[in-house]
């Protein structure tokens, strides 16, 4: 691990042209990261198409993690009936598929991640949310879970564009008031390590789904890892 992340902090340097400094905040992806709520998700957006005729593959959903509902409405909208689908109608069918999710009941906790923001905590760095998720029924188990690690959030109702554009951890950044290379992000979907590797940001990617071995490299992770545990063991590595 601790080859990978000499080589990682190298090619952070050559693709952004920052040194990695001091680490002062860490930005967590949500849905993936720190809950294990993405078959949920998909499967909750596959109900709401069957239940207003829109078709849908369950398993197309994975690839559309990290887009705000909008976003995700629009592409089914642009292929069912060739145009996008009005703000109204966004809300409408987002409530639909919010409310099949919130049937499932809680989100589980991501293994590893209680730890991962623990270690974050301790070594007193400031801890951001940055999600495309404007769901509500788990956006509010976050203090239950986690204290108040997340007081700093960005939601699907924070920025104009969301992941992959770079909004989202960018305005993270912000919120943290620090510098790109002074701060990590954590994400499990190649839209998310996107975003957060445009912003020019040392992105740690995390397999925690059907993706295959080395599609977040290919998404512009700056290293990959394949569980919360060994993310947790790569933050350690990096801020110590
Ligand atoms: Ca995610």
């Not at 860490?26 to 069957?50: E, N, Q, T």
């Not at 007193?124 to 940055?130: A, I, W």
Request: glycine content about 8%; aromatic content about 8%.
């Amino acid at each position: 691990m601790k080859d990978l992340i000499a080589l990682a902090k190298n090619n952070y340097t050559r693709r952004t042209g920052h040194t990695l400094d001091e680490i002062q905040a860490v930005l967590f992806d949500m849905d993936g990261i720190l809950y294990d709520s993405m078959p949920g998700h998909a499967r909750a957006w596959k109900m709401m198409c069957d239940s207003v005729g829109i078709e849908a593959d369950e398993n197309e959903f994975f690839a559309y993690e990290g887009r705000t509902g909008a976003d995700t409405i629009n592409i089914l909208y642009q292929r069912q009936y060739h145009h996008a689908a009005d703000a109204e109608t966004c809300k409408r069918l987002y409530d639909i598929k919010a409310d099949f999710f919130k049937s499932f009941g809680e989100p589980k906790l991501m293994p590893g991640a209680k730890d991962t923001v623990d270690l974050a905590l301790n070594k007193n760095l400031e801890c951001v949310l940055v999600t495309g998720s404007g769901q509500a029924s788990i956006l509010s188990k976050l203090n239950a879970d986690f204290g108040d690690a997340f007081s700093l959030r960005v939601t699907a109702h924070d920025v104009k564009r969301g992941k992959p554009d770079p909004e989202p951890y960018l305005t993270g950044i912000n919120k943290a008031n620090t510098h790109p290379s002074q701060a990590i992000a954590i994400d499990n979907a190649p839209l998310g390590v996107e975003s957060a590797s445009k912003a020019g940001i040392f992105t740690i990617g995390v397999i925690t789904g059907p993706l295959k071995h080395g599609a977040l490299l290919a998404a512009g992770a700056d290293i990959e890892v394949n569980s919360m545990a060994e993310c947790r063991l790569c933050l350690a590595l990096l801020t110590r």
